[in-house]
């Protein structure tokens, strides 16, 4: 008997709570037994869309044909497992190429003859077809609502409410629904339109100010934290909060739409020509002066237009392996001089407290070169270090040994988890049974086809732990190994290498490093494992 894995999916919650996957879950079960196939597995992917395959399930199902678990894949409809016909396509020969059937129960093909390939690839245009044509319809849909000036929901702009957002900040207070909705529409009247937050436009337009008073993101942020104002959230300011407000033409009474859209093929946001974009007078007041508004785009181009010096590889920046010992934020690399000084002085400094201010963190700068020395000598001290290197061979030794156990282990655990499913399932059958034959009353067998559904579910869970747990520990050991023979060879790597590939090495094998002035902790990738260890962080002082 071929061993099925029934794939089941729904793209909205709604569709979740009317049962449509029981209603899937139920009509492949009666195709497999018809049809002479054991259900091996059944893939439940709820509230996912099929405008792409990176979905957990769907991730899960191509693992259990790569390990040879499954003879085929069974969808009640070839719109559950995908509408892209590139997707489908790519699908079926992964299937093909891990001898796994592919078979849609509706639809009703074969994929392995010429004549089912062309019923896949016509139905499958079909459903490509059709989400293309909701994606335009509903693409054209925005694009006149912009046109007309209405605005297409998401995010509310700061400075602007809407009632939908009022009557929710009510019902939080604790109003009752009704109350809420009431006096939302006595504020708002119109649902879905942009209306004045008088707090908020009152600060929109100072931070305006500011800026053109200014000329500087960074001071304007560090106003805005200092005097104790928060974003609509409570959170601090950020530069990128505040360029974001800056440059957006909602303020000017403006409406645009389309500067992204979704790829259909890959679900990614892509950025359209300026053509496809519309741009017109929306409904909403405007909150800022056209003056104001075109001094701050011409500071903003200017700034993003400003030379930058030559770009340098500092080996602690990016991939946030140097952080702040006193706020936990990021640091990186700043080279400067000064007035009337030809040299550069170069440090390693806090993130938060250049782009936030005192409020994120008091501050803090590190001399670069101190650190980056005290770094690369502490961990080429590592590589000649016999006692630390003997103790990771024993720590890699005690993992393998592990690993060796628990495989032993995977198939008695594997065969005993299996054995009490098919018991399970059997249970169920017999109580669907009862029920049909009215042994039982509906009362009693909700009750205990509860029990038995969630019993099956854990059971299917600790199969996949059981599963998963020896490729954990495979993976483990591998990363550990290669961390290891990086740290080995360590010095002798250095050397060979330019800055960029320093740079690189180091995050393969620096987990990561917190600094203050007095003292610096780092850590290596490579973790204690049962009782061989080794103290694989290090705390001293950096040179001077």
């Known amino acids: 008997m071929k061993k099925a894995g029934l794939y089941l999916r729904v793209s909205t919650e709604m569709q979740v709570e009317k049962d449509s996957l029981p209603t899937q879950e139920k009509l492949l079960k009666r195709f497999c037994s018809a049809n002479d196939y054991k259900v091996q597995k059944i893939y439940r992917e709820a509230g996912e869309s099929a405008k792409n ?79 293309e044509t909701i994606a335009h319809r509903v693409a054209e849909a925005m694009y006149s609502r912009a046109d007309d000036g209405k605005w297409n929901g998401g995010v509310i702009p700061y400075g602007y409410t809407t009632q939908a957002r009022i009557a929710a900040e009510h019902k939080k207070a604790g109003k009752p629904p009704k109350d809420a909705i009431a006096a939302a529409t006595k504020l708002c009247p119109v649902p ?95 909150l800022v002066d056209k003056e104001t508004f075109d001094k701050a785009q011409e500071i903003l181009a200017e700034k993003a237009g400003k030379p930058r010096s030559s770009p340098r590889t500092y080996l602690l920046s990016g991939a946030h392996v140097l952080r702040c010992g006193k706020c936990g934020g990021a640091m990186y690399g700043y080279t400067q001089r000064k007035k009337g000084e030809k040299k550069e002085y170069f440090y390693y400094r806090c993130h938060h407290h250049i782009s936030i201010g005192n409020e994120a963190c008091e501050g803090l700068s590190i001399p670069g070169h101190s650190l980056d020395n005290f770094v690369i000598e502490t961990l080429k001290n590592l590589s000649h270090d016999c006692q630390f290197l003997a103790d990771k061979r024993k720590m890699l030794a005690a993992m393998k040994k592990k690993a060796n156990t628990r495989r032993r282990g995977k198939d008695s655990d594997l065969s005993r988890l299996r054995t009490e499913e098919a018991k399970t399932e059997a249970r169920i059958d017999t109580l669907l049974e009862k029920l049909e034959t009215r042994v039982i009353d509906d009362t009693t067998f909700k009750q205990r086809h509860q029990e038995l559904r969630h019993r099956l579910e ?36 250095w050397d060979a290498l330019d800055d960029a590939g320093r740079a690189g090495l180091l995050r393969t094998v620096v987990k990561r490093i917190t600094a203050t002035r007095k003292k610096v902790r780092m850590e290596i990738y490579l973790d204690p494992v049962d ?8 705390s001293s002082r950096p040179p001077a």
């Open 53 to 131: 395959t990176a979905r957990p399930k769907l991730d899960e199902l191509k693992q259990d044909a790569i390990d040879g678990m499954l003879d085929a894949v069974v969808v009640l409809r070839l719109d559950r497992i995908t509408r892209s016909n590139r997707d489908l396509w790519s699908l079926v020969e992964f299937f093909e190429a891990h001898s796994v059937e592919f078979i849609s129960m509706t639809e009703n093909f074969d994929t392995r003859g010429p004549v089912g390939r062309f019923m896949l690839n016509m139905l499958a245009s079909l459903a490509q077809m059709e989400r």
């Open 531 to 538: 009782k061989v260890s080794h103290t694989g962080t290090g």
């Open 192 to 286: 879905r339109i942009l209306y004045i937050d008088k707090d908020e436009a009152e600060l929109l337009r100072r931070i305006f100010d500011h800026y053109l008073e200014t000329r500087s993101l960074r001071n304007t942020v560090r106003w805005l934290n200092a005097n104790g104002y928060r974003t609509r959230r409570g959170k601090l300011w950020a530069s990128s909060t505040v360029h974001r407000l800056l440059s957006s033409n909602i303020y000017l009474g403006r409406i645009s739409y389309g500067k992204r859209t979704h790829d259909l093929n890959t679900g990614k946001l892509k950025k359209n020509k300026k053509t496809k974009i519309m741009n017109g007078n929306g409904h909403q007041p405007a």
């Open 458 to 493: 854990q059971n299917r869970l600790a199969q996949a732990e059981t599963e998963c747990s020896e490729k954990r520990l495979d993976v483990q050991e591998a990363s550990m190994r290669a961390s290891f023979d990086q740290i080995a060879s360590f010095e002798k790597n």
